[in-house]
């Protein structure tokens, strides 16, 4: 079994910041890429940052020079930082990670429960 346990949402005024942390648990035994993705009401979801194992970033136009996205592969845990926020980051975000299991070769997508951010104008 594995989990990913996303934490650190919550209401922020606009200009201020939050941190997700997001931790991935279980029979691992690999992981290329951890990222976040975020989803508005009636809006699909997207990504907002992604990191591979290797250090490579990915970033939304949107959050550019704004979040940014850290990684401790010793932990498997991913962080989210996010500065400057605006009404328009206001989504459930989600954290991401391709892993591969001890019980199965292949790397699969797997998701957080989703938390919470709303930016207050």
């Known amino acids: 079994q594995v989990q990913l346990v996303e934490s650190g949402g919550g209401l922020v005024q606009a200009g201020g910041s939050l941190r997700l942390s997001c931790a991935a648990s279980?029979?691992?035994?690999?992981?290329?890429?951890m990222g976040w993705y975020r989803q508005a009401p009636g809006k699909q979801r997207d990504l907002v940052a992604a990191?591979?194992?290797?250090?490579?970033?990915d970033y939304a136009e949107s959050v550019k020079g704004r979040f940014t996205i850290s990684r401790d592969n010793a932990k498997n845990t991913v962080y989210l930082q996010m500065n400057s926020l605006k009404p328009e980051d206001t989504a459930v975000y989600y954290c991401?990670?391709?892993?591969?299991?001890?019980?199965?070769?292949?790397?699969?997508?797997?998701w957080g429960q989703g938390t919470q951010v709303t930016v207050s104008s």
């Open positions: 990191k591979t194992s290797a250090g490579s970033t």
């Open positions: 279980g029979s691992i035994s690999s992981i290329k890429t």
């Open positions: 991401n990670a391709d892993l591969k299991t001890y019980w199965f070769s292949a790397y699969s997508d797997y």
